[in-house]
């Protein structure tokens, strides 16, 4: 399966997400990232030989290539809603390519699932948002 239309929309409107890595010695870390979704993939990088020695490159080319992509954000508090795009998935690169920032390095990242909720942006009722599960 793939995502739907709602959720490649939702994707392409939101410029941050937080990317979860794991290091040789299972250190998790986590970190916002500006990224790009091309309906299929994610893509996140930047310009520069600097971008390899961030912490989330370094892990992804020490054989941690599973992360875990979160994309969310709060609509209001009063009522209450949120929405968001949870996805796992294997990363490959580094490759060079041009990308939201130019020319520069760039990982890729295939999900393998992902969960979706309430992309509709309703307010929580009695029950927490059901959530659409995928496996990509």
Known sequence: MSFTDEEIAYLRSQPLARLATLSGDGQPDV??????FDGAHFWI????????????????????????LVVDDMVSFEPFVVRGVRVYGVAEGPVERVGMVGPG????????????????????????????????
């Open 31 to 36: 970190v916002p990232v500006a990224f790009e």
């Open 45 to 68: 990088g930047g310009v520069g030989e600097q971008v390899l020695r961030t912490r989330k490159f370094r892990n992804i080319g020490s054989g941690g290539a599973r992360v875990a």
């Open 105 to 136: 390095i760039y990982t890729r990242i295939t999900p393998t699932v992902s969960w979706s909720w309430n992309l509709a942006g309703e307010p929580v009722g009695d029950t927490w948002y059901e959530s659409r599960r995928t496996e990509h």
